[in-house]
């Protein structure tokens, strides 16, 4: 029992260093390594990689580690189309559903990612980008929703963040929002549905410049 608070905390900072791109998707987690910085046993390491290739995060590969997940371009496809439907579904909740107060802060999260985005502070403005998205999945109302968005958004994070390498992604992102906010302001749920499943999918010349940026920074699979 007492190795499961180790697990938890564990977990959660592995989880924080992959969704933040501290670890690559393709890097193997070096399971020594983790003990020595956790200061604790293999145990709750193993039990945290066994959470977290439930979630989707990593891959337990026998007889080779532990990986961050990295998908092939036809598996990366499928997943951001299947984010795509599921922003859109969160859009059309939250644009007949948010209230009064989630729109005041959904639309100061909005002008923070105006600001950074004009001062060209990528990290910064992908942190409140995800934010900005949360809050479209909270004013769905929907828990069960709310938490599947959530978590494929963790999982598409690293791919997500290495969109905006792409030359004039952030401006372009950020125009994307403009349309995602008037439609939910407006209660328009057709719109808003449309606004972010064209915001997240990614294909034609989006995808083929993804592609090129991981080709560039990831590790060959192998």
Known sequence: MASVPNTLRIRRALEDAIVEGRFLP???????????????SRTPIREAFQQLEASGLVRVMPKRGTFVT?????ELAERFEVMAEIEA???RLA???????????????????????EAGEVEAYYARNSEFHHCIYRATH?????????????????YRRMQLQVRNRMGRSFSEHDA????????DGDAAAQA????????????????????????QRS
Request: proline share 4%.
């Open 70 to 74: 990295q998908w092939s371009p036809e």
């Open 26 to 40: 393709g890097t193997r987690l070096d399971p020594e390594a983790l003990e020595a910085e956790f200061d604790c």
């Open 142 to 158: 929907n828990v069960f929703l709310m938490q599947e968005a959530a978590r494929l958004h963790a999982m598409l994070q690293p």
């Open 89 to 91: 579904s969160c859009g």
């Open 95 to 117: 644009a007949r559903r948010i209230s009064e107060v989630e729109l005041d802060a959904f639309r100061q999260v909005h002008e923070d990612c105006r600001r950074l985005a």
């Open 196 to 219: 972010l499943r064209d915001h997240v999918i990614v294909q034609g010349d989006r995808f083929h410049d993804l592609i090129a940026v991981l080709r560039q920074t990831l590790p």
């Open 180 to 187: 995602i906010v008037a439609a939910i302001a407006a209660g």
